[in-house]
């Protein structure tokens, strides 16, 4: 069975930092993209990132690029997002999804950016 | 930078009845366009990818058509768990990306 495990969300200040954490079992991880997807409180589904199985290649939306980083420890079966720079806008439920499809989500873990 | 416009924003339907979403792209796209549910409190679920095929488990009520911009989900009979928002999605390989529709939501009249 596919899980896959969001970690790491909290309240944090305007500016910080914070690092998410996905656990991925059921699948063998290191042959599938995954991405980052969240969804502020009432409202739709944003795109934040992306990345290929080998990490030979990365998305951002226009959003956060430069403030937000993914990465992926295939060994470990985890996918990361540490997100720097942190703003009220960026607070969210914070998805992580398996392969192109994006076919497996994760219950997700909630960002709250505010002072 | 595409644009996935999803209509309705609201669809008001009895259980039974037929339900017709639709998805315009702001540019013909490759069929990678794929349907999301997503009930209250629930992680979207995958129901169609490249834009008719439908998902593992997915009932056949579910249907999913379309090319170029213009794309639709069909539900042939609509059962009371099927109430929820759906969204539409366009993927793109290199890099890694996805696009998302604003949603429709589909409510019990």
Known sequence: EVQLVESGGNLVQPGRSLRLSCAASGFTFDDYDMHWVRQAPGKGLEWVSGITWNSGSLGYADSVKGRFTISRDNARNSLYLQMNSLRAEDTALYYCAKGLNADYWGQGTLVTVSS | ?109
């Open chain 2, 1 to 109: 930078e595409i644009v996935l416009t999803q209509s309705p924003a609201t669809l008001s339907l009895s259980p039974g009845e037929r339900a017709t979403l639709s998805c315009r792209a702001s540019q013909t796209i490759a069929n990678y366009l794929a349907w999301y549910q997503q009930k209250p409190g629930q992680a979207p679920r995958l129901l169609i990818y490249d834009a008719s095929n439908r998902a593992t488990g997915i009932p056949a009520r579910f249907s999913g058509s379309g090319s170029g911009t213009d794309f639709t989900l069909t539900i042939s009979s609509l059962e009371p768990e099927d109430f929820a928002v759906y969204y539409c999605q366009l993927r793109s390989n290199w890099p890694p990306s996805l696009t998302f529709g604003g949603g429709t939501k589909v409510e019990i009249k």
